[in-house]
T-cell receptor, first 116, second 111 residues
Framework: DTEVTQTPKHLVMGMTNKKSLKCEQH?????MYWYKQKAKKPPELMFV???????INESVPSRFSPECPNSSLLNLHLHALQPEDSALYLC???????????????FGPGTRLTVL | GQNIDQPTEMTATEGAIVQINCTYQ??????LFWYQQHAGEAPTFLSY????GLEEKGRFSSFLSRSKGYSYLLLKELQMKDSASYLC????????????FGKGTTLSVSS
């Protein structure tokens, strides 16, 4: 089983709203990731959690706030977003982040976010 | 800086063979991945190379030359469902986890 689930599938929000994206995996993976993907562009890394601790933050604006409540769950809290933040938000997980193993990242289906 | 280059678009016909090239210049290297992404969907894992040589998985094969900073994905017996974007991604970073993606190659397969 290489399933990563994400909710919601679609989200429309105003610039003053607060919302959260959720990601879940039950593969025992210890690394989880958030990516942002604009149309016809490759995914761009936002955050990496390793063993439930934030290990990489790619200079993402503070209006995006990640949270890793436990090893299976990853949230992305959204507040005061801008229309240019509209994109597909992808969650991924991998077994281990030490670099010693293949460490393939498996992606969830994504949440398509529209900011009005 | 990190630079990964792929052709933007390719076309092919059903039953044919197509090779998608990827060249990279990155600060660090812990492996190269190929992903397939259909429009509006998530990327799905196709292959992984960390040592030089060819990895074969059914209709798909991937090759790596670390000294040349070069990889290719070979798709055989093309089917219409192979029409998708193919992303080359290099694993870099201190912990070896960050994936840097190329811009992707959109493959169109016609009958």
């Amino acid at each position: 089983d290489t399933e990563v689930t994400q909710t919601p599938k679609h989200l429309v929000m105003g610039m003053t709203n607060k919302k959260s994206l959720k990601c879940e995996q039950h593969m025992g993976h210890r690394a989880m990731y958030w990516y942002k993907q604009k149309a016809k562009k490759p995914p761009e890394l936002m955050f990496v959690y390793s063993y439930e601790k934030l290990s990489i933050n790619e200079s993402v604006p503070s209006r995006f706030s990640p949270e890793c409540p436990n090893s299976s769950l990853l949230n992305l809290h959204l507040h005061a977003l801008q229309p240019e933040d509209s994109a597909l938000y992808l969650c991924a997980s991998s077994q281990d982040n030490t670099g010693r193993v293949e460490d393939t990242q498996y992606f969830g289906p994504g949440t398509r976010l529209t900011v009005l | 800086g990190q630079n990964i280059d792929q052709p933007t678009e390719m076309t092919a016909t059903e039953g044919a063979i197509v090779q998608i090239n990827c060249t990279y210049q990155t600060s660090g290297f812990n492996g190269l991945f190929w992903y397939q992404q259909h429009a509006g969907e998530a990327p799905t894992f196709l292959s992984y190379n960390v040592l030089d040589g060819l990895e074969e998985k059914g209709r798909f094969s991937s090759f790596l030359s670390r000294s040349k900073g070069y990889s290719y994905l070979l798709l055989k017996e093309l089917q219409m469902k192979d029409s998708a974007s193919y992303l080359c991604a290099v694993k870099v970073g201190q912990a070896g986890t960050a994936l840097i993606f190329g811009k992707g190659t959109t493959l169109s397969v016609s009958s």
